[in-house]
């Protein structure tokens, strides 16, 4: 298989998610850069390759691989050490519940296009369209401090990284942007501590990429 290539966007959580996953497998890639702010993933180009015009996409020689969830199963699949879910079915169970939460029902009402229909065509005001964001993250880290408490360590889940980790870093790299107060939620806070620590972790972060 020739090299990996990830279409991404430095703010992107979806992307933010991939690159975590691809460090942690210690996996080489090439990054292309998908301006969101400017509508690169709308053009033509762009959306031949992928018809959603979203980031990620992983390309591997001939595959091209949409979807975040998608492209870190492909990469757990095909790279064994480090698993990103337990072989165990039911703590395989709670882990995809974890990542799930953060990936299905917070992120999607908080990325990049829906908060420009509020605000265009939608007509809400900045202020009004931080409250959203804030609500549903709130909303959500509620009850995933209660989901992960009984079973977290260091992590999220135990004591080694999981797709629970890996997707909430991103958001939580997030709620800070949106000054979304996270004292409230220790479990959360300790396992994000536990991660800023991890190099593959740390090397994800958007600060640390291309900002264009």
Known sequence: MSGLILYDYFRSS??????????L???????????????SQK???????????????LVAGEKKITQSLAILDWLDARYDDPPFVPSDPDKRAHV???????????HPLNNLRVLKYLKDPLGVSEGAKD???????KEGFDALEAMAKP????????????????????????????????SDYPTLRRAD???????AFAAAHPDLQEQH
């Open 14 to 23: 979806a992307s933010y998610r991939v690159r975590i996953g691809l460090n």
């Open 96 to 106: 995809l519940a974890l990542a799930t939460a953060v990936a299905c029902d917070i």
């Open 131 to 137: 409250e959203w964001y804030r609500h549903w993250v």
């Open 193 to 199: 501590e536990t991660a800023s620590g991890h190099p």
């Open 43 to 57: 053009a033509d180009d762009y959306k031949a390759l992928n018809p959603q015009g979203f980031v990620p996409m």
């Open 151 to 182: 079973h977290a360590g260091a992590w999220l889940f135990g004591d080694a990284p999981t797709l629970a980790d890996i997707c909430l870093m991103p958001q939580l790299y997030n709620a800070r942007r949106f000054s979304v107060p996270i």
């Open 25 to 39: 497998k210690g996996v080489a890639y090439e990054q292309r850069k998908v301006n969101l702010v400017d509508g």
